[in-house]
């Protein structure tokens, strides 16, 4: 019973979210109406006895209310904390420093297409520090496509390459990491050293490499021969037409991770750090940076507001979404679609790596048909740390692989914000964008998924 009610509403949050209703308001909207059945059938009261209302329709605001102040106080702030961080960086250029800074040695390099998968690899370090895909992309349009450009590739294969590196969403300040770290019950910085780091640079190379090879291949199946397309470029206008800041600047957005780092077991354990102290440190230290600068003391205090208002737009998209998704997983759990899901695949004989392996591939296809690695993986997540748990295996076996098939997922999405602009930019369908991304992605992942299975499940 409870499957056949949880089928019909699953299948309507999907048939939203993929026609763009709210994602938030649609998952929260499904997991009230799970945890109303559930409580109307007799299988589980929404909360419990001691917590409850007295009347149930309230008891359903009485868990949100419980959801939105549990995650508002801890990974809400610093979800939160790091949209900021990325707005207030792209404010003042140190974004655009750090881009330009890793591009400049480029040019040396005479092998087009080698030139290519080492902007691949350079592309997927940056990701790190400029934490937006779109972001990102954007930089490396105004910046790195002339230069591809100018070496005689294609827009296509400029375009895949710039377009894909937020397919590795690592670092300490990356959304969808905090939030796995969190349901791992881990430390942003032990979920990164410990099991992101160890997957990420191999399958990074091979990406690369694919990229090398399926680029150059595309381009000759359509005829396109790069000696005869060198010198071309292409001139992008910047609508900001402020001076760039200094090259220095490029330190700032890399302060969190070293302060991170620094702070932790691994070196100085008898100071404590957290990334919001870190990111606000490198935020008070941009403001120094900027007084110095400009010698305009309001305008420099000014850009904390920016930081502000970056926490504050993160907060519906990123945040919202979170809440929505714990609501909807709790109304799972509690009509028993979990516990449904679980007993069917153990009484197939489905391991823990078959399981891992599910989660991942249904993260990836969502990604893919949502646009949004961050809508995928955390409308999932939620439920991870449940299934890992009766499988025997740590949350993070099952997590880890979901947080890479989501961020590739998007990158292999026709309606991605990333591919979008960046093809907009070039002139290029977004489909043609997929088609060149879409190898080096499915490589990639076939290959961390065989790496993470061998060491971590």
């Not at 702030?77 to 949209?83: F, R, S």
């Not at 990074?204 to 490499?209: G, H």
């Not at 009484?347 to 990836?364: E, N, Q, V």
């Not at 098939?405 to 990158?411: K, L, N, P, V």
Request: net charge neutral.
């Amino acid at each position: 019973m409870d499957i056949l009610i949880v089928i019909p509403v699953v299948a309507l949050v999907i048939y939203a979210i993929v026609k763009n209703y709210s994602a938030s308001a649609s998952l929260a909207i499904a997991g009230i109406v799970l945890l109303s059945a559930a409580a109307l059938m007799g299988i589980k009261d929404i909360l419990p006895a001691a917590k409850a209302t007295g009347f149930i329709p309230f008891d359903l605001f009485q868990l949100m209310n419980t959801v939105f102040s549990f995650r508002m106080a801890s990974l809400g702030l610093t979800i939160m904390a790091c949209g900021g961080f990325a707005s207030y960086m792209s404010h003042i250029g140190a974004s655009e420093a750090l881009v330009r800074l890793a591009v400049k040695p480029i040019s040396r390099f005479r092998s087009p297409y080698m030139v290519l998968a080492l902007c691949y690899l350079l592309s997927v370090v940056l990701q790190m520090f400029v934490t937006s895909a779109t972001g990102l992309g954007l930089l490396l349009m105004v910046t790195l496509y002339p230069v591809l450009r100018n070496i005689g590739l294609s827009p296509a294969s400029a375009v895949a390459v710039i377009a894909s590196p937020a397919a590795f969403e690592i670092g300490v300040t990356q959304v969808n990491a905090n939030f796995a770290a969190s349901q791992s019950g881990l430390e942003i910085t032990e979920y990164f050293l410990d099991y992101q780091a160890w997957i990420t640079v191999p399958m990074a190379l091979v990406a690369a490499a694919l990229h090398f090879v399926w680029q150059r291949r595309c381009d000759l199946k359509d005829g396109y021969r790069v000696a005869e397309h060198v010198g071309e470029g292409i001139e992008h206008t910047d609508g900001d037409q402020k001076d760039p800041a200094p090259a220095f600047y490029a330190l700032l957005p890399m302060i969190p991770f070293f302060l991170l780092l620094i702070f932790s077991k691994m070196m100085v354990s008898s100071i404590k750090m957290n990334l919001v102290m870190a990111m606000l440190i490198s935020v008070f230290a941009g403001m120094f940076c900027e007084v110095i600068r400009t010698r305009k003391m309001k305008q420099s205090l000014d850009g904390f507001d920016q930081f502000l208002n970056g926490m504050g737009a993160v907060f519906g998209p990123v945040v919202g979404l979170i809440i929505g998704a714990e609501i909807f997983a709790t109304g799972l759990k509690h009509i028993g679609a979990i516990d449904s899901l679980l007993g069917s695949a153990q009484g197939l004989g489905i391991s823990a790596a078959g399981m891992t392996l599910f989660m991942a591939t249904l993260i990836a296809v969502a990604a893919i048909m949502m646009g949004s690695g961050n809508a995928a993986f955390l409308s999932f997540a939620t439920l991870a740390p449940e299934v890992a748990k009766s499988f025997g295996v740590p949350a993070v076996a099952m997590l880890l692989p979901m947080n890479f098939a989501a961020s590739m997922g998007r990158s292999m999405s026709p309606i991605s914000a990333v591919i979008i602009a960046c093809a907009g930019i070039a002139k290029i369908s977004p489909f043609e964008v997929v088609k060149r991304t879409s190898v080096p992605m499915i490589g990639a992942f076939v290959v961390g998924m065989a790496l993470h299975l061998i060491l971590f499940v």
